[in-house]
């Protein structure tokens, strides 16, 4: 029972990010500006990344609900907490203020504490760090289009 409701806890929480992400960048993808830069030829095409933030979501949540349930530390609430800022702020960082070097500090950094979550607790959650690894793999591939951006524009 006690993981359903931090299941539930985490979906709110992680969708509430990625809503407010999208308040944040408001018309974004659909910008001159966004529509005017050069992007990498591995940019996917838009409908991926509805598909992909859902999936990695979900996922997400079900890791951050087993990793509460079995491990509520300090350290794993700031670094969820740092997540979030990470994850909301850098919708607004690159696609409202445009600033596309600072967008990429702010995704790496994403990335790097996604993959401290993969290895600090990969022995508490054992099979359950796959969960994660989607996250991991898109951030590495949204850090190769911010830096692409910034590169050839």
Known sequence: MRLIKYLIFFLVINF???????????????SDWYLSL?????????WVFGFAWTSIMICFSIYMAYLFLTLQNTKVKILFT????????WN???FNQHLIGFGLLVIMSLTIIIAI???????????????????FLWLCIA???NLYVLLYN
């Not at 944040?24 to 993808?29: R, Y």
């Not at 740092?82 to 702020?89: D, M």
């Open 16 to 30: 509430g990010a990625l809503a407010l992400g999208i308040w944040f960048m408001e018309n974004g993808p659909r």
């Open 143 to 145: 850090c190769s289009l």
């Open 82 to 89: 740092i997540q979030f800022l990470l994850n909301v702020g």
């Open 38 to 46: 050069n992007k990498a030829p591995w940019t996917p095409p838009g």
């Open 92 to 94: 607004f960082i690159f």
């Open 117 to 135: 979550f993969l290895y600090d607790f990969r022995k508490h959650m054992a099979l359950k760090s796959l969960l994660i690894l989607p996250y």
